[in-house]
């Protein structure tokens, strides 16, 4: 049963830090994964989908790699703004058309 | 294009009413899931439709849950009765088929009902 982990939890950093973001899947055998962005009170935004077969991708200011084999993804957030606060979602994909398994989150705070 | 979009936003009900949420997927998005937020947990898997077919509805909690998507157009989800469990939010997300020329999967999520049984 694929299990999903975020850490950390929940982290504050100062406006203009670089941060990563971590999770970890517990069965490498994935199909894609997707980053996620949800604002409080709202949906879920899709910020970046990897595929099993790719490292990483980029979009603006995040990047996102993937290892399959030691089952870990990274979200990278440079030069963070206020903006930028909400919670962070990680899920995979065990095959197509399949169901997300999702992380609990992380929870960024970025301090003007 | 417009997105997946979720009705009513809020939903405030007492313990034994019933509830229907509806979900209007992106128009050409065979693929429909239903997935659920409860209070300090992850979200979880509740159901798969393919058109008007249910492809795996092993997250359903129990036969309070029933679910429709009549045409393979938009699907219902009610609640009845509903219980003090049943609290939280409730996001329907869908996505194109993956096949040749579309290799994954990319789920787009509407905005969530916020259901909350008193």
């Known amino acids: 049963k694929q299990e999903v982990t975020q850490i950390p939890a929940a982290l504050s950093v100062p406006e203009g830090e670089n941060l990563v973001l971590n999770c970890s899947f517990t069965d490498s055998a994935i199909y894609n994964l997707q980053w996620f962005r949800q604002d409080p009170g709202k949906g879920l935004t899709s910020l970046l989908l990897i595929q099993s077969s790719q490292r990483e991708q980029t979009s603006g200011r995040l990047n996102a790699s993937l290892d399959k084999s030691s089952g870990r993804s990274t979200l990278y957030i440079a030069a963070s703004q206020p903006g930028d606060s909400a919670t962070y979602l990680c899920a995979v994909s065990n095959s197509g058309n399949t169901p997300l398994v999702f992380g609990k989150g992380t929870r960024l705070s970025v301090i003007a | 294009e417009a997105g997946v979009t979720q009705f009513p936003s809020h939903s405030v009900i007492e313990k034994g009413q019933t509830v229907t949420l509806r979900c209007d997927p992106i128009s050409g998005h065979d693929n429909l899931y239903w997935y659920r937020r409860v209070m300090g947990k992850e979200i979880k898997f509740l159901l798969h439709?393919?058109?008007?077919?249910?492809?795996?509805e092993s997250g359903m909690p129990n036969n309070r849950f029933l679910a429709e998507r009549t045409g393979g157009t938009y699907s219902t989800l009610k609640v009845q009765p509903a219980e003090l469990e049943d609290s939280g939010v409730y996001f329907c997300?869908?996505?194109?088929?993956?096949?040749?020329?579309?290799?994954?999967?990319?789920?787009?999520f509407g905005p969530g009902t916020r259901l909350t049984v008193l």
């Open positions: 439709y393919v058109k008007e077919s249910k492809q795996d």
């Open positions: 997300a869908s996505s194109q088929t993956a096949r040749a020329g579309v290799p994954y999967n990319e789920q787009f």
